[in-house]
């Protein structure tokens, strides 16, 4: 049983570690980062926190609710403001913030959809209105069939 709770924390490790890449390009969008060699690489977490302040999403959203390219699809996260990797998938756009991400979206439908909070209907997250959690401190969205049920949502 230990061993297997090593595997699990270690295989968890390798996975937090990939999405929180200093090797994996970003583009900037509107703002800019220092970063410097001798600088750790972060987890997963102090990463989200670190780019949650880069923007403010409410300042960001749009008649077509967040902008998608500033969304981690796989991590169903707003990621402060930096634009993400872009995944093409069935003529459809799909956004990740690291190659591992890229890789889970061309193979994982599970990942290219969500559940709308209102109906329950499935959602394609490329063609979905995102909008941030409430109360959510980590950046976590939610993907919306439509503006109205955002709305809905809301009330």
């Known amino acids: 049983m230990k061993k ?4 699990i924390a270690v295989l968890g ?3 937090l ?3 929180s890449s200093e090797k994996a390009p970003q583009i900037e969008a509107n703002t800019t ?6 600088a750790p690489a972060a987890d997963h977490a102090t990463h989200m926190a670190a ?10 959203m749009t008649e077509e609710g967040l902008p998608k390219d500033l969304v981690c699809m796989v991590n169903n996260a707003y990621m402060g403001g930096k634009k993400q990797f872009p995944v093409e998938f069935e003529d459809k756009m799909y956004y990740g913030c690291c190659e591992m991400c890229v890789k889970t979206i061309q193979n994982d ?4 959809y969500a559940a709308d909070p209102v109906t329950g209907e ?7 209105f995102i909008a941030l959690k409430p109360g959510s401190a980590n950046g976590d969205v939610l993907y919306f069939s439509s503006k109205e049920n955002y709305k809905k949502y809301k009330q």
């Not at 297997?4 to 595997?7: A, F, P, T």
């Not at 780019?51 to 960001?60: E, M, R």
């Not at 439908?109 to 290219?112: G, I, L, Y």
Request: hydrophobic residues 40%; negative net charge.
């Open 4 to 7: 297997n709770l090593i595997y």
């Open 13 to 15: 490790t390798f996975t």
């Open 17 to 19: 570690a990939s999405c």
């Open 33 to 38: 980062t220092e970063t410097t060699a001798e």
């Open 51 to 60: 780019i949650a302040t880069l923007a403010a999403p409410a300042d960001l």
């Open 109 to 112: 439908r599970q990942v290219r």
């Open 122 to 128: 499935e959602v394609d997250k490329s063609k979905a």
